[in-house]
């Protein structure tokens, strides 16, 4: 399998070389060339496995070229491991026709860990074979960072260094990136905000000497490996409610449009989706997008679903792609309008979106009271983002289609917005229950890229 540009510009790669490049050359972003399809024999096949073998048979044709079947295998093994649910992605019923897609089991309790711990597996085993280590860097409002250091602790290949904003994460977000002992890991508590965290790790991808000095990866959401990773569980929570055999639909709550636009591979690959529903809260461009007003940006409002606080959803990029028929000469120019503020979208592209995607928006208030009300009446409690998944899709739901909404967070990762709303304590599972015990291990660093720069030179194995 090849993996080609959005923008139609950057050279073919291997799935290995895509996945460790990340950002194309050209400022796209990787897709593989075909999009593999299941035969309905093959998806009805799926029912039943176990979360790892149907992790294995859908990727297996985007890794094939660049990893040993048995070698794939293991890296799944290990990859999902620590995770605290056998079923990895276990479903539960809400009402008649909707259900709760939880992919909160994995070591930092949100979904970013299923594509995290695959990628940390993966960069380890390709790392290994080539002789060689990089230095993965990243800045977070709070999930991705702990997602990262999880899923990199402890590997010998890779040093990872993760820029969050001093005083500005949950005590549980900040808490799971100080407390991992191992050598590898370093936490660095910035005195700036995440914007500034952002800007300082582009700069250092922007910083030659530096990038190639210290081997600089990233694994940010645009990582292809990544989407792929998250592609498995429409799959596994499809099959359970009767595909190929019954359509499904799924709403998801959105911010850089990887985990939805991981269900739209999905469908490409023949599983029988009928809705992709994208949630947005307060920061709306998507659902206005898919309104008709096109995509023009706005000020980013901190809401009580922080990790969809997002303006610009980069993996949205790879969805105009396909809606303006795989032109790359069309995307890179919309990417251009983007920087001085936005775009419309072609009546043509338009009509392509529609025929996947619907949308919703939901208010700060709304949040709230959707998680009292599924306290109330399902007797769940939820987190903020999902919340905002389940208000739209009870809007978006269709009498004779499963919903499946998923659900992006543990609730004890929101204490405050979910006790705020329901009156109820949510409590951390058992097996991290001594959290607020384990020793922190932290630098606190000024907000200037030469004193990040010489901490990250003097911080790496060699
Ligand atoms: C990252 C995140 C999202 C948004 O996912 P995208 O792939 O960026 O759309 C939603 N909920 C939670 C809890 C997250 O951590």
């Not at 610009?312 to 920087?339: C, H, I, P, T």
Request: glycine share 8%; with cysteine; charged share 25%.
């Amino acid at each position: 399998m090849k993996y080609i540009s959005t923008r139609g510009q950057a050279p073919e790669l291997t799935f290995e070389e895509a996945m460790l490049t990340g950002l194309a050359r050209d400022g796209g972003l990787y897709l593989p060339a075909e999009i593999p399809v299941m035969s309905q024999d093959e998806i009805a096949a799926l029912a039943g496995l176990p979360y790892e073998e149907i992790a294995f048979r859908v990727m297996w044709p985007y890794v094939s070229g660049s990893f040993a079947e048995d070698e794939f295998k293991q890296i799944i093994a290990r990859a999902y491991e620590g995770f605290g649910h056998d079923a990895r992605a276990p479903l539960k019923q809400l009402n008649e026709n909707h259900f709760l897609l939880e992919l909160f089991h994995g070591p930092t309790l949100a979904f970013k860990d299923f594509a995290m711990q695959l990628i940390g597996q993966l960069f380890q085993v390709a790392l290994k074979r080539r002789g060689d280590r990089v230095t993965i860097v990243g800045a977070t409002s709070g999930d991705t960072g702990s997602a990262a250091i999880e899923a990199f602790r402890g590997l010998d290949a890779v040093d990872v260094f993760i820029l969050f904003p001093h005083g500005r994460v949950s005590e549980v977000q900040r808490r799971q990136m100080t407390t991992p002992a191992d050598s590898n890991v370093h936490a660095l508590a910035v005195d700036g905000d995440f914007d500034d965290c952002q800007a300082a790790v582009k700069d250092m991808f922007n910083d030659f000497d530096f990038r190639d000095g210290v081997k600089l990866a990233g694994v940010n959401s645009i990582n292809f490996a990544r989407v792929l990773a998250q592609v498995v569980y429409y799959f596994s929570a499809a099959v359970s409610l009767g595909a190929p055999h019954r359509k499904v639909s799924f709403t998801v709550p959105t911010g850089n449009f990887g985990d939805i636009f991981a269900g739209y591979i999905a469908k490409r690959m023949g599983l029988p989706i009928d809705r992709l529903v994208v949630a947005t809260n307060q920061n709306d461009i998507l659902h206005r997008c898919l309104s008709g007003e096109g995509y023009f940006k706005g000020d980013t409002i901190p809401s009580i679903s922080p990790s969809m606080d997002i303006q610009v959803s980069s993996n949205f990029e790879r969805a105009l792609y396909y809606a303006y028929g795989e032109d790359g000469a069309a995307v890179a120019q919309l990417m251009d309008e983007l920087k001085s503020g936005g775009f419309n979208v072609s009546q043509g592209a338009m009509e392509a979106l529609r025929e996947n995607f619907d949308s919703g928006r939901v208010s700060e208030d709304e949040t709230l009271t959707t998680i009292k009300h599924t306290l109330v009446h399902s007797a769940e409690l939820v987190c903020p983002h999902t919340a905002v998944g389940i208000k739209v899709a009870e809007e978006d739901r269709a009498a004779d289609v499963p919903m499946i909404t998923l659900a992006t967070a543990h609730p004890a990762k929101f204490p405050a917005a979910v006790e705020k709303a329901s009156g109820e304590h949510p409590p951390l599972p058992s097996r991290m229950s001594d959290l607020y015990e384990r020793p922190e291990r932290v630098t606190r660093i000024a907000n200037d890229l030469g004193a990040l720069e010489d901490h990250i030179r003097r911080h790496i194995a060699e």
